[in-house]
């Protein structure tokens, strides 16, 4: 049964920064993409970054780039976004998710229950 965690949401002001953390629970593969979608309201869900195992590879949405950084403790079965220069458009409900190995974008199947972040 996989369990995936968020924290760090909060409400910040542009320009600020903000980190996100997810616990991962539940699972025995060993190699495994993970990411951070986010929803802002109302549209859909968006990917916002992934990255695999070994942290070597990671992906990034265009609006992001540069500002947001995704890392992962495979010790600590931890995923981290760590964002910077927030924008008014950042607001969004932001999702941890899982895939059972290195799949496509449709392939995260497993998400946490989200946590919020507002940017004024």
């Known amino acids: 049964h996989v369990q995936l965690v968020e924290s760090g949401g909060a409400s910040v002001q542009a320009g600020g920064s903000l980190t996100l953390s997810c616990a991962v629970s539940g699972y025995t593969n060993r190699r495994y993409c993970m990411g951070w979608f986010r929803q802002m309201s109302g549209k859909e869900r968006e990917g916002v970054a992934a990255i695999y195992t070994g942290g070597g590879t990671t992906y990034y949405t265009d609006s992001v780039k540069d500002r947001f950084t995704i890392s992962r403790d495979n010790t600590k079965k931890m995923l981290y976004l760590q964002m910077n220069s927030l924008k008014t458009e950042d607001t969004a409900l932001y999702y941890c998710?899982?895939?059972?190995?290195?799949?496509?974008?449709?392939?995260?199947?497993?998400w946490g229950q989200g946590t919020q972040v507002t940017v004024s």
């Open positions: 998710t899982k895939q059972e190995g290195y799949g496509d974008y449709d392939d995260f199947a497993y």
